[in-house]
């Protein structure tokens, strides 16, 4: 058990900031920065924050996803971001990793991270990697987590921090081309088994996000025995209506098909991914206890929308081997816009240190550490 997860160490907006300046300007800091090399207009903050406080002691690993034909506009984006990054950190290598089959189609994009992860040559005397979260889909950057997560902890002195830039209104405008195929993301499949003598009952926990009705209901399709649907939405959130909104959206599937009692709607913070692991990990436990013997208990998640829910979504799967469902993305639309023209929000970054020697013995124990 990763006891530390419950209140490991965060920082947010320019509290971020101030901890790379601070703590990976040490001399002794080396890190390998793995973030994507997309459209993505946030794909260049983290490396930015990190170039200035390292310089050579930072080596980036970049992921560029290749989706079939993408918009030539995107294309573009995604070409200059990657110029930039290559600028940005001298020690660059970029991974293009194909996220569908050219045979049949299928999404493969987790195999495929894994194989360039496992070619890619680590540097020497490494003792923090940064996960980026800004510009990678869940295909991708769910993997990743993992197996960075595993190279960590079987080096003891080795730090992993996932870092992401948020922008709600930003994730609004990206608009996604669903394929037709529902699966488990790689790594994220659940318990293989163990179930066999009790009944299983699923509770899917699907994170509402704009234009994700359709997305949403073909996944509600593909699971046999759902007990209770109970949805996600970012409460708090910056904008306060947020939820009201997605509930409108949604509100023939919430009432008609899932039958969804307002009292199954769970409410986590837009801005913290502690919050959305710490409810999932609470319920996991309350529902455990409450159908022991009786029924086999799973849950299923489905993180679309907020990255930074999407994250504590992805702790909290790690933690529990809890099922992600989800339809990986054929392509892409975006059309950006002039931040300070249009006045449109400013950029959020959330840092969740998820594992290091700052945590000492703390896995052995019950103590608390204070984020």
């Known amino acids: 058990m990763r006891r530390h997860w419950e209140n490991c160490v965060t920082h947010f907006d320019d509290g971020v900031y101030r901890f790379i300046d601070e703590y990976f300007s040490q001399s002794s800091r080396h890190c390998v920065l793995v973030a994507g090399a997309g459209f993505d207009p946030r794909a260049k903050c983290i490396a930015q924050g990190l170039s200035a406080a390292m310089g050579s002691r930072v080596h980036g690993f970049f992921i560029r996803e290749e989706r079939g034909d993408p918009a030539v506009n995107l294309r573009e984006l995604a070409n200059e971001n990657e110029a930039q990054l290559k600028a940005i950190i001298a020690d660059a290598q970029i ?18 991270v894994r194989a360039a992860l496992e070619k890619y040559d680590w540097p020497k005397e490494v003792t923090d990697i940064v996960l980026d979260m800004s510009a990678l889909s869940t295909g991708v950057g769910f993997p990743l987590a993992k197996l960075l997560l595993e190279y960590a902890e079987a080096n003891p002195s080795v730090s992993l921090h996932v870092m992401l830039v948020s922008n709600p209104e930003l994730d609004d405008r990206i608009i996604g081309e669903p394929s037709p195929q529902v699966q488990s993301v790689r790594g994220y499949s659940g318990p293989s088994g163990g179930y066999e003598p009790l009944p299983v009952a699923q509770v899917w926990l699907p994170q509402l996000g704009r234009g994700r009705v359709e997305t949403l209901r073909r996944i509600r399709s593909t699971l046999d025995s759902v007990y209770k649907v109970c949805p996600v939405v970012p409460f708090p959130a910056r904008n306060p209506r947020r939820v009201d909104e997605l509930l409108a959206e949604y509100q023939a599937q919430l009432l008609n098909e899932w039958q969804v009692d307002a009292r199954d709607i769970i409410h986590v913070s837009e801005r913290n991914p502690l919050d959305c692991y710490r409810t999932i ?38 933690e529990h081997n809890l099922s992600v469902q989800y339809v990986e993305t054929l392509r892409y639309e975006f059309e950006p816009i002039e931040t300070k023209e249009s006045g449109a929000p400013p950029d959020m970054a959330v840092h969740v240190w998820l594992h290091g020697p700052v945590y000492g013995s703390y896995d052995m124990t019950s103590e608390a550490v204070a984020g």
């Open 95 to 112: 991974a293009h990793i194909p996220i569908f089959s050219a045979d049949d189609q299928a999404p493969i994009g987790g195999h495929g």
């Open 281 to 318: 990990s609470t319920l996991k436990s309350r529902y455990d206890q409450t159908v022991e013997g009786v029924f086999f208990p799973q849950l299923i998640l489905s993180p679309f929308g907020s990255k930074v829910i999407a994250v504590g979504a992805m702790m909290a799967a790690i």
